[in-house]
């Protein structure tokens, strides 16, 4: 079992619209965790970090949620530029960062 | 220019044939990384070394091995290819507040090095 799972995607997503997906942890002890984003061929870049309470960076929302193990991300008025694969890290109890293999977001004009 | 800099960026060779990857960074960072990314699968971590002096292997080093040349350089090298290690790869730097500060997570990418070994 992966340690940290993705929906692969595609998700299309209209211009303007909303999307939103998760991506599941399996170690519980896991310390830390965040999205980062990548476009095509190019390298990942940090996006935001996932506080436990739930944080906000202007159109991106991500929560966590340690009893059912996932966090989320959620892009409300999707721009033609949020077309990227999004990938989430975990860091582990011994510090390791263990990444997801991606959700690819495609915005459609 | 980039803060992280790889080359090459794209290598074609053959089987058996050694290939070292180069890794520099402007960043100061103390903390460098290699990962290595195929289709489906996340990042996978190589080697990593938080220091000059400091080696140590991530979740799939056989195969490969690296050499810190300075706090800046980090490379890594193929002694002998094979097919499956056709991949994206990518070296990445991070600031030592990433260890000690549990939600400074961040790591600085290099742009990749696409290697196709035939």
């Known amino acids: 079992r992966k340690e940290v799972e993705q929906d692969p995607g595609p998700f299309n997503v209209p211009e303007g619209a909303t999307v939103a997906f998760n991506c599941t942890y399996s170690?519980?002890?896991?310390?830390?965790f965040f999205w980062y984003r990548q476009d095509c061929r190019k390298e990942p870049k940090l996006l935001m970090s996932v506080y436990s309470s739930g944080n906000e960076d202007g159109r991106f929302t991500a929560q966590l949620n340690r009893a059912s193990q996932y966090i989320s991300l959620l892009i409300r008025d999707s721009k033609l530029s949020d077309s990227a694969t999004y990938l989430c890290?975990?860091?582990?109890?011994?510090?390791?960062?263990?990444f997801g293999a991606g959700t690819q977001v495609v915005v459609t004009p | 220019d980039a803060d992280v800099t790889q080359t090459p960026r794209n290598r074609i060779t053959k089987t058996g044939k050694r290939i070292m990857l180069e890794c520099s960074q402007t960043?100061?960072?103390?903390?460098m990384y290699w990962y290595r990314q195929d289709p489906g699968l996340g990042l996978r971590l190589i080697y990593y070394?938080?220091?000059?002096?400091?080696?140590n292997k991530g979740e799939i080093s056989d195969g490969y091995s690296v050499s810190r040349q300075a706090q800046a350089k980090f490379s890594l090298s193929l002694e002998s290819a094979i097919p499956n290690q056709t991949a994206l790869y990518f070296c990445a730097t991070s600031d030592l507040r990433g260890e000690q500060f549990p939600n400074t997570g961040e790591l600085f990418f290099g742009e990749g090095s696409r290697l196709t070994v035939l």
């Open positions: 170690n519980s002890a896991s310390q830390s």
């Open positions: 890290v975990v860091k582990d109890s011994w510090g390791k960062l263990q």
């Open positions: 960043k100061g960072h103390d903390r």
């Open positions: 070394s938080f220091d000059v002096k400091d080696i």
